[in-house]
């Protein structure tokens, strides 16, 4: 039987609330794994802290390669209008440089997309002469394809930095269950050392998640529709 994944979210807020409730009784009897816990908790919270940051540094770092991409995607019609100025064909201008439509390119995925338009800078530099035009153009491609590539670096930097975080956090949340687990058996002895409301006063409040569908009772389904009246 597979046992149900717990969020990071799930995890914080129930040891916030096991905490808070142990504020206002007495722990004594659990004292050390209370307090094993309560350090449990504040370590999971500040991995899961690590892991937003480094979401949060991801997407933007993501969205700055979109951008790149779609600045690069610009720079790429600008070479093709210089060339199509300079006496290539208008339906391909980088045929003649062994190179897919500018359609075409500009669908392949961003890094994809930043060699090849370096690789036709480079064909259409070899050629001679180059106007002026479409020298300028070819270089602000291949700038625009550099930073995609550089963007591109980046955003694997983080990615790689957010599983670390996440492995990080998930093995700090293998301590969190087992300390929970040894406070919940310190409790349940407790019971049998004076303290038997203490697990009620802890645990008593957490609630279970339900995927099912709350079912009407049998006399609410059965419940006839009310009838309209008629006046005398």
């Known amino acids: 039987m597979k046992t149900r994944k717990v969020?990071?979210?799930d995890q914080l807020e129930?040891?916030?609330a096991i905490l808070a409730a142990a504020k206002v009784v007495d722990t004594d009897l659990v004292k050390a794994r209370l307090a094993a816990f309560?350090?449990?908790?504040?370590?999971?919270?500040?991995?899961?802290?690590?892991?937003?940051?480094?979401?949060?540094r991801l997407k933007e770092e993501q969205i700055r390669l979109a951008r790149r991409d779609a600045e690069q995607d610009e720079a790429t019609e600008e070479l093709a209008r210089a060339l199509v100025s300079s006496g290539q064909p208008r339906g391909n201008p980088f045929t003649?440089?062994?190179?897919?439509?500018?359609?075409?390119?500009?669908?392949?995925?961003?890094?994809?997309?930043?060699?090849?338009i370096r690789q036709l800078v480079a064909a259409v530099q070899r050629q001679k002469p180059v106007s002026k035009a479409t020298s300028q153009a070819a270089q602000a491609a291949e700038q625009a394809a550099r930073q995609v590539e550089t963007a591109q670096l980046a955003v694997d930097k983080f990615q790689e930095?957010?599983?670390?975080?996440?492995?990080?956090?998930?093995?700090?949340?293998?301590?969190?269950?087992?300390?929970?687990?040894?406070?919940?058996?310190?409790?349940?002895?407790a019971a049998d050392d004076g303290a038997p409301g203490l697990y009620t006063a802890l645990f008593g409040n957490q609630?279970?998640?339900?995927?099912?569908?709350?079912?009407?009772?049998?006399a609410?389904?059965?419940?006839?529709?009310?009838?309209?009246?008629?006046?005398a």
């Open 7 to 9: 969020s990071s979210g």
């Open 96 to 116: 003649a440089f062994g190179t897919a439509a500018p359609s075409a390119v500009k669908q392949l995925p961003p890094v994809t997309e930043a060699k090849t």
């Open 161 to 189: 930095a957010l599983s670390h975080a996440r492995h990080a956090r998930d093995g700090i949340g293998e301590t969190w269950e087992r300390t929970l687990a040894a406070l919940k058996r310190g409790v349940r002895a």
């Open 38 to 56: 309560a350090s449990a908790q504040r370590s999971y919270a500040e991995a899961q802290a690590q892991v937003e940051a480094a979401e949060a």
């Open 220 to 231: 609410a389904a059965a419940a006839p529709a009310p009838t309209a009246t008629t006046a």
């Open 14 to 16: 129930t040891g916030a």
């Open 207 to 218: 609630r279970r998640s339900s995927n099912k569908a709350v079912k009407p009772s049998p």
